[in-house]
């Protein structure tokens, strides 16, 4: 599955969304939707249930280039520390992914913005390239 909407997402991961869109508006660009339902994955299979109904997703979006994930949690200081280092490896990730079809890229700059779009994403129109995750 390419997990393209947000609802995609929370119906994958029922235990870290609880059934709840993110605080903050937020979108995911198509080519990054992979990068974030392995790190909603990773976290919903190294926390106990406990630690989960601890967590709130707060934002998704990207910034700079790059995913950007955030979250609150009620959580020990070993284990939040944890989370940030699976967050930081998600948001590395994106930085080396076409924001818009998922293959390899690399950040870069067209002098006003930072993205990350592979070659064949590039030669397109910017209204072609983009298309967020919605919320369907």
Known sequence: ????????????????????????????PCGWGKIVHELCAQMESELDDAELRKIRIE????????????????LSKERLLHLRA?????????????????QPAELATNGDWLSTYCQACLAQPMNARYQPLDFE
Do not use: W
């Open 1 to 28: 599955m390419e997990y393209r909407t947000l609802s995609q997402l929370m119906d994958a991961h029922p235990k870290l969304f609880k059934g709840k869109l993110p605080r903050v508006p937020s979108e995911n």
């Open 59 to 74: 934002q998704i979006k990207e910034k700079f280039g790059a995913l950007r994930f955030y979250y609150s949690a009620r």
């Open 86 to 102: 699976l967050v930081a490896v998600a948001e590395e990730r994106s930085k080396q992914t076409c924001h818009a079809c998922g």
